[in-house]
């Protein structure tokens, strides 16, 4: 398997701008999550696809965060008027569902610097 | 709630001597743990899992990791540290008997292994 890739790498952007933020799953992975890692601190979960269904949406996801999947396949996040709060990593996993037990791969990220 | 601590900020020790890096997680019914490895600016890669069986689980790159359901720890451990094993390691926690897939990490640990 090629793994979990995400577009761009990394992103300036002025405060009040919109950016979106693409990952591509690792093929035949149904389940795909976004998460927030800020500096000093472990991933934080923001939502979780099962398909092209969004499942699960984190109080972090404020009305400015949209996450979609529209096929299935890969997922964008949008952020909208970017404020310097949202300067961050942000990452990307996917999984398989196996009954109980799905290990989560995550991409490279996309290095988020709101000016 | 569900919570991951990792006590240690840093852990410093010498190539070739054994390795410990802490971790104590807690949820209210059955965890599903895993430890990640984070090297600079990139994403996390999966190091091993545990949820259930065997106590001592087997991973990558020559890690292991004991759960201890009494302590409520999983240590990650390794015989004999490498150079490149310098990076930051996250422990992470999903509570199996909870509806959702998040995963909740720890703070994370570096560790600093010198030649």
């Known amino acids: 398997d090629t793994g979990v890739s995400q577009d761009p790498r990394h992103k300036i952007t002025k405060r009040g701008q919109n950016v979106t933020f693409r990952c591509d799953p690792i093929?035949?992975?149904?389940?795909l999550y976004w998460y927030r890692q800020t500096l000093g601190q472990g991933p934080e979960f923001l939502t979780y696809?099962?398909?092209?269904?969004?499942?699960?949406k984190s109080r972090l996801l404020s009305d400015r965060f949209s996450a979609e999947r529209p096929k299935g396949s890969f997922s964008t996040l949008e952020i909208q008027r970017t404020e310097q709060g949202d300067s961050a990593m942000y990452l990307c996993?996917?999984?398989?569902?196996?009954?109980?037990?799905?290990?989560?791969?995550f991409g490279p990220g996309t290095r988020l610097t709101v000016l | 709630a569900q919570s991951v601590a990792q006590p240690e900020d840093q852990v410093n020790v010498a190539e070739g001597n054994p390795l410990t890096v802490k971790c104590t997680y807690s949820?209210?019914?059955?965890?599903?743990l895993f430890w990640y490895v984070q090297y600079p600016n990139r994403g996390l890669q999966f190091l091993l899992k545990?949820?259930?069986?065997?106590?001592l689980v087997k991973g990558s790159y020559g890690f292991e990791a004991e759960f201890n359901k009494s302590q409520t720890s999983f240590h990650l451990k390794k015989p004999s540290a490498l150079v490149s094993d310098s990076a930051l390691y996250f422990c992470?926690?999903?509570?199996?008997?909870?509806?959702?897939?998040?995963?909740?990490f720890g703070k994370g640990t570096t560790l600093s292994v010198s030649s």
């Open positions: 996993a996917s999984s398989r569902t196996s009954g109980r037990g799905d290990t989560q791969y």
């Open positions: 093929s035949e992975h149904n389940r």
């Open positions: 696809f099962q398909n092209e269904a969004q499942l699960e």
């Open positions: 949820v209210s019914g059955n965890p599903y």
């Open positions: 545990y949820i259930t069986g065997d106590n």
């Open positions: 992470a926690v999903r509570d199996l008997d909870q509806a959702g897939t998040a995963l909740i």
